[in-house]
């Protein structure tokens, strides 16, 4: 447990995460630098850096200094690191790695659908689709959430739960705007998940994601 205030600790650790999102990777700084740069103290500026160390996004160097690792060493899907950088110049970037993201577990639970889980994601396809057609855009990106969640919740595997778990929250923290007209695609890849077709599951799912 740090030994200094936590909301200076968090104040401090945020300051340095936005601070390293933005910076180009060997970026070099000293402990000294940012402390007085921050306005805190030496003890808070070593503990935000020790916190940015486990998240990968810094190394501290004897006799060089702070330094911002490549992106491909951070911790991309901690919330927090998710968060820095969609405050940052890096936020179209993170936005297009994490549409990929969400375009691979689809496409790869699309093939692996259980009856059961065809039966949650028509009851969520539906309820977009009513929310779609009533206007209530906050419900029908909440709907379009769920689904994606039940699709890869259905395709057995944890690690693509998880996944999309992360990027559902991402959408929900940032306030991702709902894309109107897509409730036909997620109720047409029902419709093809219910065929035991994976070809046309996959196939309604490339669709999908280019309505979105």
């Not at 065809?118 to 929310?131: C, F, G, Q």
């Not at 894309?179 to 599951?201: K, N, R």
Request: glycine share 6%; hydrophobic share 45%; charged share 20%.
């Amino acid at each position: 447990m740090s030994d200094v205030p936590v909301s200076q600790f968090e104040a401090t650790l945020n300051r340095l995460g936005r601070y390293a999102a933005v910076s180009q990777p060997g970026t070099v700084a000293s402990i000294h630098q940012l402390r007085a740069e921050f306005g805190v103290s030496i003890t808070t500026a070593r503990e935000a850096t020790r916190a940015l160390e486990i998240l990968g996004m810094i190394s501290v160097r004897r006799q060089v200094g702070v330094v911002v690792n490549p992106r491909a060493d951070w911790d991309l899907l901690h919330p927090a690191v998710i968060g820095w950088r969609h405050e940052g110049a890096d936020r179209v970037h993170q936005e297009h790695e994490l549409a990929d993201l969400a375009l691979a577990i689809d496409t790869a639970a699309a093939g692996r659908i259980t009856d059961h889980g065809t039966v949650d994601l028509r009851i969520h396809a539906a309820a977009m689709a009513e929310a779609e057609h009533d206007g209530l855009d906050t419900l029908a990106a909440r709907e379009d959430r769920d689904f994606h969640l039940a699709l890869a919740r259905s395709s057995g595997n944890a690690l693509f739960a998880h996944l999309a778990s992360v990027i559902a929250s991402q959408a929900e923290a940032t306030g991702s705007p709902y894309c109107h007209g897509t409730a036909a695609a997620h109720h047409e890849l029902v419709e093809a998940a219910e065929s035991s077709d994976p070809g046309a599951a996959t196939a309604a799912v490339a669709l999908l994601h280019r309505t979105r």
